[in-house]
């Protein structure tokens, strides 16, 4: 499922789901974040039944954003039983990871 900003508590979202979790940090102004859309769909889409995924925006949620600093934007990590397992940067838009690339990372990092 994705799901953007919808949450109360951070703890509680990841503590409440049944399945880890994939937090996106991302911006409405940033470039990347935007093309990031695609990719997040295709992964949800092939993914659905391993993770849920959430997208922040890391200026409404800046005190988040600043306690796992997050720099670059968009920022993914990955939480299992309420665990930081992973952590992947898209720092420039020319190198944006594929969608397959990206669920291969995750099933690797799910797996460990």
């Known amino acids: 499922m994705l799901v953007k900003d919808r949450f109360q508590n951070f703890e509680e979202l990841l503590s409440s789901s ?3 979790v994939l937090v996106v940090f991302d911006a409405p ?10 990719i997040l ?7 659905k039944q391993q993770l849920k995924i959430v997208r922040i925006d890391s200026e409404k949620d800046s ?5 796992f600093q997050v720099h670059p ?3 993914m ?3 299992k039983n309420d665990q ?7 720092e420039r838009t020319e190198n944006l990871m594929p969608a397959e690339r990206l669920v291969q990372k995750l099933q690797n990092l799910l797996s460990e």
Do not use: Y
């Open 73 to 75: 934007l968009p920022t």
């Open 41 to 47: 769909k295709q992964v949800n889409t092939q993914m």
């Open 63 to 67: 005190d988040l954003a600043s306690r």
């Open 29 to 38: 102004w940033c470039g990347p974040s935007h093309l990031m859309d695609t």
């Open 77 to 79: 990590l990955l939480f």
């Open 18 to 20: 049944e399945l880890p």
């Open 84 to 90: 930081l397992i992973g952590r992947i940067e898209e």
